[in-house]
């Protein structure tokens, strides 16, 4: 028979915070997920088991704005195990001055596929 592990997370992909409880075997298998109120949780749940990700927040430099920083983001989640390297990478950056919202300052960042953008419109001094 084989073992069965259980692993406890809280759903943030709403405010509603379900706790959830994960069953898995002994190959880290998902058999089970329980707690979530909608289906969201459930991928919510087998994504933090195989494959956690968020998404990145931060600020650059910004050369000849208004401001003389730029709020940043990554497009889509990236793995979690990268987030201390993508800040590094983030904090080597200087951009110039204007820019616009969504605008790619780093693609493929980290080599994680994913794109790191601007949040907003940035105009020049
Ligand atoms: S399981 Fe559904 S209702 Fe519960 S926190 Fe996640 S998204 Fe919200």
């Given at each position: 028979?084989?073992?069965?592990?259980?692993?406890?997370?809280?759903?943030?992909?709403?405010?509603?915070?379900c706790g959830l409880t994960v069953r898995l075997d002994s190959?880290?298998?998902?058999?089970?997920?329980?707690?979530?109120?909608?289906?969201?949780?459930?991928?919510?749940?087998?994504?933090?088991?195989?494959?956690?990700?968020?998404?990145f927040a931060s600020t650059v430099r910004v050369k000849g704005g208004k401001l003389p920083v730029c709020p940043i983001r990554?497009?889509?989640?990236?793995?979690?195990?990268?987030?201390?390297?993508?800040?590094?990478e983030v904090a080597k950056l200087e951009v110039?001055?204007?820019?616009e919202i969504g605008q790619v300052l780093i693609h493929n960042v980290c080599g994680t596929d994913v794109d790191i953008v601007t949040c907003r419109d940035l105009a020049a001094r």
């Open positions: 028979m084989s073992e069965l592990t259980e692993r406890k997370f809280i759903c943030v992909s709403c405010p509603l915070g190959s880290g298998e998902v058999i089970k997920v329980e707690g979530n109120t909608c289906p969201r949780g459930e991928s919510y749940a087998r994504s933090e088991v195989k494959d956690p990700r968020r998404v990554s497009k889509t989640p990236a793995p979690k195990d990268k987030l201390f390297e993508i800040a590094q110039n001055a204007p820019l």
